[in-house]
């Protein structure tokens, strides 16, 4: 959570809001000073026209937020310097790194894992003032409502460790939560069971204890469950998937034909940069060419789990119940996606957050809620996965504030003004 982060600038116009979005997602263009030869520092507190403008960081993990859960191992999708922040290069930087595809295969990427990303992470933010970083701190949720909205101020409860509380004041709110709480299925068994995971590194961990020839049940068919399969695979057991037949079909007409679609891993079927996602994609697509390691559910759903790994799978043709089943599985992931924890909000301001279809509701120029001034949603929780569109978000939310503190400023200038011909 960042509560009024501002990166360094110049007046001139630079950190305009045409220039955040064209930062969004692309090269950080914006933040970039030709005439320093260097990217401006990300998070500093700065003085603009003699007024200070302030930021304080809290989080209840250290720097590199959910890559802390992650596996250590865990690769990244992305190319490895699009993890780094603009002003520290992570080019160079000691980085583990892995082409994609492995030879023979022309290298397109080169990606890199969680253990060194939470080490630059934490490097980075040794560089940062201290006193601004409240990590290990949590937005508390121990009262409802522990972050409010009092006149202009935004009043935020943050909680320790040992369960000491105290209150930070501030203008701006801008939260960078990301998802921690899973789409629960809601059905009896999937929640406080040691067979059941929801992330793929509880997941990972969980299969690491099973024997080659166990079975694993995989629910959900984005980038969690492919690498899930994969590292079951890896690990000699047989997973059992289910899937949609809408996302079975993209990846048959795809795998056949070639052609663009709207399933994100399934596009692996076209450009074989990575291994796993290309594997897994081919095995949704053709199940028969690894029969022995792989079987599929298209349109199942797993509507009961008992006695910890007992599942109870139906078969839906036609709106229609076809077919039910009992299986035994060694473990089960439940891969279908995450939403944000806003429990520290008021609920006037939880519910006035999203629209009535259930999308969230923020300009999507300035990342400020509609209907809550001086609140800003980036990142993960704002639905966007991938880091440089969040720097996209971060600087569109920032320039945002700059320029009503720019606004500010010239109205307190000309009210000085006006004010002293009167005097005279
Ligand atoms: C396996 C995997 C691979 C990925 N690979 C890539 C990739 O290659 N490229 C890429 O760009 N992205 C990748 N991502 C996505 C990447 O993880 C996200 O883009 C990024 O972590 C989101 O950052 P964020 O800051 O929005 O949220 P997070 O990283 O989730 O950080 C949010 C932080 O806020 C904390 N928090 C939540 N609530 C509170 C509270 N009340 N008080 C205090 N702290 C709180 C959370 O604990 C967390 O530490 C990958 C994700 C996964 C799962």
Same mark, same amino acid.
């Given at each position: 959570?960042?509560?009024?982060?501002?990166?360094?600038?110049?007046l001139?116009?630079?950190?305009?809001?045409?220039?955040?979005?064209?930062?969004?997602?692309?090269?950080?263009?914006?933040?970039?000073?030709?005439?320093?030869?260097?990217?401006?520092?990300?998070?500093?507190?700065?003085?603009?026209g003699g007024s200070?403008?302030?930021?304080?960081?809290?989080?209840?993990?250290?720097?590199?937020?959910?890559?802390?859960?992650?596996?250590?191992?865990?690769?990244?999708?992305?190319?490895?310097?699009?993890?780094?922040?603009?002003?520290?290069?992570?080019?160079?930087?000691?980085?583990?790194?892995?082409?994609?595809?492995?030879?023979?295969?022309?290298?397109?990427?080169?990606?890199?894992?969680?253990?060194?990303?939470?080490?630059?992470?934490?490097?980075?933010?040794?560089?940062?003032?201290?006193?601004?970083?409240?990590?290990?701190?949590?937005?508390?949720?121990?009262?409802?409502?522990?972050?409010?909205?009092?006149?202009?101020?935004?009043?935020?409860?943050?909680?320790?460790?040992?369960?000491?509380?105290?209150?930070?004041?501030?203008?701006?709110?801008?939260?960078?939560?990301?998802?921690?709480?899973?789409?629960?299925?809601?059905?009896?068994?999937?929640?406080?069971?040691?067979?059941?995971?929801?992330?793929?590194?509880?997941?990972?961990?969980?299969?690491?204890?099973?024997?080659?020839?166990?079975?694993?049940?995989?629910?959900?068919?984005?980038?969690?469950?492919?690498?899930?399969?994969?590292?079951?695979?890896?690990?000699?057991?047989?997973?059992?998937?289910?899937?949609?037949?809408?996302?079975?079909?993209?990846?048959?007409?795809?795998?056949?034909?070639?052609?663009?679609?709207?399933?994100?891993?399934?596009?692996?079927?076209?450009?074989?940069?990575?291994?796993?996602?290309?594997?897994?994609?081919?095995?949704?697509?053709?199940?028969?060419?690894?029969?022995?390691?792989?079987?599929?559910?298209?349109?199942?759903?797993?509507?009961?789990?008992?006695?910890?790994?007992?599942?109870?799978?139906?078969?839906?043709?036609?709106?229609?119940?076809?077919?039910?089943?009992?299986?035994?599985?060694?473990?089960?992931?439940?891969?279908?996606?995450?939403?944000?924890?806003?429990?520290?909000?008021?609920?006037?301001?939880? =519910?006035?957050?999203?629209?009535?279809?259930?999308?969230?509701?923020?300009?999507?120029?300035?990342?400020? =809620?509609?209907?809550?001034?001086?609140?800003?949603?980036?990142?993960?929780?704002?639905?966007?996965?991938?880091?440089?569109?969040?720097?996209?978000?971060?600087?569109?939310?920032?320039?945002?504030?700059?320029?009503r503190e720019r606004v500010r400023q010239m109205g307190d200038c000309r009210r000085n003004r006006i004010e002293s011909m009167e005097c005279g």
């Amino acid at each position: 959570m960042l509560i009024h982060d501002l990166s360094a600038g110049d007046l001139s116009g630079k950190h305009h809001r045409s220039c955040a979005k064209i930062a969004s997602g692309q090269k950080l263009s914006s933040l970039y000073s030709p005439a320093r030869c260097a990217y401006e520092p990300c998070l500093q507190c700065i003085y603009e026209g003699g007024s200070r403008l302030d930021w304080k960081l809290c989080s209840d993990q250290p720097p590199g937020g959910s890559w802390n859960r992650y596996l250590p191992s865990q690769s990244t999708l992305s190319h490895f310097t699009e993890m780094g922040m603009p002003d520290h290069p992570i080019d160079g930087l000691g980085m583990n790194c892995t082409a994609q595809p492995p030879p023979p295969e022309p290298c397109k990427k080169i990606v890199t894992d969680g253990r060194s990303l939470v080490n630059y992470y934490q490097n980075y933010a040794r560089t940062l003032p201290s006193e601004r970083m409240m990590i290990g701190k949590v937005v508390s949720a121990s009262l409802k409502g522990s972050v409010w909205q009092d006149g202009l101020f935004w009043d935020v409860k943050i909680q320790g460790q040992e369960k000491k509380e105290w209150c930070v004041e501030s203008e701006n709110l801008l939260l960078a939560i990301g998802r921690t709480q899973p789409n629960w299925l809601n059905i009896p068994g999937e929640k406080q069971n040691p067979y059941v995971s929801h992330w793929t590194h509880d997941a990972c961990r969980s299969m690491a204890c099973l024997q080659a020839g166990g079975s694993i049940l995989v629910v959900g068919d984005g980038f969690s469950a492919c690498d899930t399969i994969w590292e079951a695979w890896q690990k000699g057991l047989t997973v059992t998937h289910l899937l949609p037949s809408w996302v079975r079909d993209e990846a048959v007409r795809v795998g056949k034909a070639g052609g663009s679609g709207r399933h994100g891993l399934i596009q692996h079927l076209n450009y074989r940069q990575s291994e796993r996602h290309y594997k897994v994609a081919r095995a949704m697509a053709f199940p028969e060419e690894c029969a022995a390691f792989y079987r599929q559910g298209v349109d199942c759903r797993l509507v009961r789990i008992i006695n910890g790994r007992e599942c109870f799978i139906e078969k839906h043709k036609d709106g229609k119940v076809v077919q039910h089943d009992k299986i035994m599985f060694d473990h089960i992931a439940l891969l279908t996606g995450a939403k944000a924890d806003y429990s520290f909000l008021p609920d006037a301001i939880k =519910s006035s957050l999203f629209c009535s279809n259930g999308a969230l509701d923020v300009c999507p120029e300035t990342m400020e =809620s509609r209907s809550c001034r001086n609140l800003f949603l980036l990142g993960f929780c704002a639905g966007e996965a991938f880091l440089r569109h969040t720097f996209g978000h971060a600087i569109s939310a920032v320039e945002t504030i700059r320029g009503r503190e720019r606004v500010r400023q010239m109205g307190d200038c000309r009210r000085n003004r006006i004010e002293s011909m009167e005097c005279g």
